[in-house]
């Protein structure tokens, strides 16, 4: 008969199954870790986040504007500063009680008895003002220059740089300009006229000299920032001599 193989099993030794056992044991661990995390997450109520505050708002300065009292040389200046501070300050502001604030400024001389008037006006229900532009309107047709163009154009001729830098001559001639009449030519003769000589004939000799009162305003700025740094270069370099 041939003969038979007999297949053994080989019984685990007492190491394996030690080994087994802590495996398991370690497992079942990990697993009750997770649990409890998983407990502790549904028992945990969830944290409300309370909302950033609100940037506060940018509070912007702006001069009031000064005291008028009727001379009319002030009302330009007077309305043109109320319209600002009525625009950056008060602009949300119901317009009877911007009547009453611009109001506020008239004081002195015969603004004085004309603002009781207006407000008698206002009081009574009488009164042709209910905004603030129709205020601004009144009072320019009361106080203002009967003749504005004369006296803007007797302004402007006798206007000259002298002892201002140009910056300043600039805008003190852009000021008299506006309600003058003048314009193209005329204006620039007005301009060329009141710069100092230095200025104006260097431009005036220029290989290509401007001719529009806005070349003429933007050569002569670049001009004198030249002359002026000319004029420093040479302090530094008459120094190191």
């Not at 997770?34 to 940018?58: K, M």
């Not at 625009?87 to 911007?98: D, K």
């Not at 001719?211 to 670049?222: G, H, L, M, P, S």
Request: negative net charge.
């Amino acid at each position: 008969m041939p003969q038979q193989q007999q297949q053994q099993t080989t019984a685990p030794t007492m190491e394996q199954i030690l080994q087994y056992m802590a495996q398991q044991s370690e497992a079942i661990t990990v697993l009750q870790q997770q649990l409890l995390a998983a407990q502790a997450a549904i028992a945990t109520p969830a944290v409300a986040v309370a909302p950033a505050p609100a940037a506060a708002p940018v509070i912007v300065e702006v001069a009031p504007p000064p005291k008028f009292n009727g001379e009319r040389s002030q009302v330009v200046g007077f309305v043109n500063t109320c319209h600002l501070f009525i625009q950056m300050r008060i602009g949300q502001v119901e317009e009877r009680s911007r009547i009453s604030w611009v109001l506020s400024y008239v004081q002195g001389g015969v603004a004085e008895v004309w603002k009781d008037n207006v407000l008698d006006e206002i009081t009574k229900g009488t009164s042709a003002v209910n905004t603030v532009e129709e205020l601004f309107t009144k009072i320019r047709q009361e106080f203002g220059e009967f003749d504005e163009e004369s006296r803007k154009v007797d302004e402007l001729r006798v206007l000259e740089q002298g002892g201002k830098t140009v910056d300043e001559y600039i805008q003190e001639f852009k000021r008299a300009v506006r309600g003058s009449g003048y314009k193209g030519r005329a204006l620039v003769e007005e301009f060329k006229r009141g710069l100092s000589g230095t200025i104006r004939r260097r431009l005036a000799e220029a290989e290509m000299p401007p001719t529009t009162i806005v070349q003429w305003q933007e050569r002569v700025v670049q001009l004198d920032c030249n002359i002026r740094q000319s004029r420093v270069e040479e302090r530094i370099l008459g120094s190191r001599c």
